[in-house]
């Protein structure tokens, strides 16, 4: 069966995983696998919410083991750490929880296609000022760090 990954649960990433997953694994045409370093989505627009305090974080959180056991795909966890072309393998780091333990060894997962979709970073444009005066919202915990 053909093995597709998605590295990456970001808007992109789930949304291709989610589609594949109803067209192609739900019929066993193709295993699909999508892989991240967290075990929820969120959507990173309503990051400023979370920040201003007028959003539950919980209840606008997609998990991606139920997304993929309605959606025909396995989800994975953990953070992309190597590709090995040549083989056809992403390497995934061990997963280590907040208190220090480790939840998911070191994993490998061979792939026929794979789609690189880690997202993005917010940039500043090297713009005088912003790193010592502007707060950059990448994370649910940053926000909510930030309220």
């Known amino acids: 069966m053909h093995r597709i990954v998605v590295v990456g649960g970001g ?3 789930l949304e291709l995983a989610t589609r594949l997953g109803n067209k192609l694994g739900r019929r066993k045409k193709a ?3 999508l892989i991240d370093r967290r075990r929820t989505h969120l959507w990173k627009p309503l990051l400023h919410e979370i920040a201003a305090g007028s959003m539950d974080l919980g209840m606008h959180q997609i998990d ?3 997304q993929a056991y309605w959606h025909g795909f396995t989800f994975r966890l953990g953070a992309l750490i190597g590709i090995d072309r040549g ?3 992403v390497r995934v780091a061990p997963f280590i929880d907040d208190e220090g333990r480790q939840v ?4 490998e997962f061979g792939y026929d296609t794979l789609v690189i979709s880690i997202g993005t970073l917010t940039n500043d444009f090297n713009t005088r000022g912003v790193k010592s ?3 950059a919202l990448e994370t649910a915990e940053e926000a909510e760090r930030f309220h």
């Open 87 to 89: 083989r056809r393998l």
């Open 64 to 66: 991606y083991l139920a």
């Open 11 to 13: 808007a992109g990433g």
């Open 133 to 135: 005066h502007a707060i």
């Open 104 to 107: 998911t060894p070191a994993q």
């Open 31 to 33: 295993h699909i696998t």
